[in-house]
């Protein structure tokens, strides 16, 4: 993205090149399109990184991009004061455009580990590359009218060409090659050295008679400290993200995997003491998963339950409570990554939590994303358990959508029942009341209940990851039936539970009636509602 375009005046006199003028137009261009690539990886590189750091992607990215555009504002204006020094002005800033862009992820993610605190650091990077993106053009606008005077509205336009071709390529090749090939932090380091050798070519080759021995000597030097330290961060980089991590979960992570869809990380040894994070966030702790998941199923499984849909749920956890019913027949997991099911399947402590759920032959595995595979034709099924990130979470608003619910409804058997997993009813009551609210434009019958007891914290982070005072309290839940408002209680013939008891199901519901919100409209896909 590049700022207005200026009208700057003509400087005085050509310079001599060591090519012909019509190939030094073109390797200015040629730094145009580097450039704008680098400077939308690193809009990128901050909006994914603080999404995965801080959670809400809309409100990252509005964020990040709304400062950088004031930001290169700024920059453009600061660079008037260059254009008598265009070649070093250019030189210097690539420098520093290398270095910031290129270690921003690094020093984002190494302020969320230790000091816990991002977001002042994010509004930081996000002004500093602004400003250093927006003096671009208006520098290299001057360089190139030294080579040529003629045509300047022509000139103008190859230039916003080759900046809006950057972007492009930049755009694209951030989530297609450099991020799954060399993760955020690297992609980021890298990036800064093409920024810094196509900075230094143009300006210490194709500008070299306008520099001074002086400034010549000191730009190859700067040049050469700079890749020095992206090219050792680089080499490190893997350290660093070891000792991060250590400080973002603690010293007990036994698996740490990027996959293609999340960052999933687990810690303990045993089941008891096993904690399975999904991008920074605590999914699943053995001291307390209990009470979720038999919160979530056994409610719901009161009536029919031969065949069970579970939307989610990759960990098995869910599916380990619904196998205990010797009369369930069949039992279909639709789950987005395939890491996910593959850990629960070989991971000692997380396959002796789930009860080894994914050797009963009972169980059928999907990989896919749970919308998209609702709006094919399926069998239905007398239990559909939606057991999927809480609703406030910017990814998982479509699941908490009436399309959602339009779609899931055609699954459902006659007489069958959906169970959703609402977000914590205590802590965000208008969230949880706008799922139920959904759920009824849907044209569902709603029972609202929750399950108590939490102890598990709720996100990675220095002093955090057991901070069971800032952590929500309880799990509410849903059930639902198309048509009818299904009944709220235990099958008498329910396997014998750890924390649930028909009396506590009944008070449990009795305080989320209480806390009721009324008049609140549904969320769709167009007009999200949660995030309060």
């Known amino acids: 993205m590049v700022d207005p375009p200026q009208q700057l005046s003509p400087p005085q006199g050509s310079v001599r090149l060591p090519v012909r003028p019509s190939a030094g137009r073109n390797l200015v261009l040629l730094t145009v399109f580097v450039c704008a690539a680098c400077g939308l990886v690193y809009e990128l590189e901050l909006v994914a990184l603080a999404s995965y750091l801080i959670g809400d992607s809309v409100t990252q990215a509005s964020v990040v991009?709304?400062?950088m555009v004031f930001a290169m504002g700024i920059g453009s204006l600061l660079a008037k004061r260059l254009r008598c020094r265009a070649a070093v002005g250019f030189g210097v800033l690539e420098l520093a455009l290398a270095l910031v862009g290129g270690c921003s992820a690094l020093v984002l993610y190494a302020s969320f580990a230790w000091i816990g605190e991002a977001r002042a650091v994010l509004v930081g990077f996000s002004l500093a590359i602004g400003?250093?993106?927006?003096?671009?053009?208006?520098?290299?606008?001057?360089?190139i009218q030294r080579i040529s005077r003629r045509d300047a509205e022509g000139t103008v336009a190859d230039l916003f060409a080759a900046d809006y071709v950057g972007a492009l390529v930049g755009g694209l090749a951030f989530p297609f090659l450099l991020l799954p090939w060399l993760g955020q932090l690297t992609a980021g380091l890298l990036t800064g050295a093409v920024n810094a050798l196509a900075g230094g070519a143009l300006v210490l080759w194709l500008f070299r008679r306008e520099l001074t021995p002086r400034s010549r000597g000191w730009l190859l030097v700067a040049n050469l400290v700079v890749l020095c330290l992206l090219g050792t961060a680089t080499v490190l980089v893997d350290d660093f993200e070891e000792?991060?991590?250590?400080?973002?979960?603690?010293?007990?992570?036994?698996?740490?995997?990027?996959?293609?869809?999340?960052e999933v990380v687990l810690t303990g040894s045993r089941s008891a003491s096993l904690e399975l994070f999904l991008d920074g966030r605590l999914r699943v702790s053995g001291r307390d998963e209990h009470r979720y998941h038999e919160g979530l199923v056994h409610p719901a499984a009161s009536g029919p339950r031969g065949r069970v849909l579970i939307l989610g749920g990759g960990n098995g956890l869910a599916a380990r409570e619904v196998l205990r019913y010797r009369d369930v027949r069949a039992v279909t997991i639709v789950e987005l990554d395939p890491a996910v099911v593959r850990l629960a399947r070989t991971d000692p402590a997380l396959a002796e939590l789930n009860q080894h759920a994914y050797r009963d032959p009972?169980?059928?595995?999907?990989?896919?994303?749970?919308?998209?595979?609702?709006?094919?034709p399926h069998a239905t099924y007398d239990l559909v358990i939606v057991d999927l990130p809480d609703p406030g979470i910017t990814q998982s608003t479509k699941f908490y959508s009436q399309e959602f619910y339009g779609l899931a409804a055609p699954v459902i058997a006659p007489g069958g029942r959906i169970v959703v997993h609402a977000g914590p009813l205590v802590s965000r009551p208008r969230t949880y009341w706008t799922v139920e609210a959904t759920l009824r434009a849907a044209g569902y019958g709603t029972r609202a209940y929750r399950a108590t007891g939490r102890r598990s914290g709720f996100a990675a982070g220095p002093d955090r990851a057991h901070?069971?005072?800032?952590?929500p309290h309880d799990w509410g839940f849903l059930l639902a039936a198309p048509g009818r408002t299904p009944p709220l209680r235990l099958a008498p013939e329910a396997p014998p539970l750890r924390s649930l008891t028909p009396d506590g199901l009944l008070a449990d519901a009795g305080y989320a009636q209480r806390t009721r919100l009324a008049r609140l409209a549904p969320s769709t896909l167009v007009h999200p509602r949660y995030g309060d």
């Open 65 to 67: 991009l709304s400062l």
């Open 131 to 143: 400003v250093l993106i927006g003096a671009e053009i208006p520098l290299l606008m001057s360089l």
């Open 362 to 376: 009972r169980i059928r595995v999907v990989h896919a994303d749970p919308f998209d595979w609702l709006r094919a």
């Open 243 to 262: 000792a991060a991590r250590t400080a973002v979960y603690g010293d007990r992570v036994r698996v740490a995997v990027h996959t293609g869809v999340q």
């Open 467 to 471: 901070d069971t005072a800032s952590a």
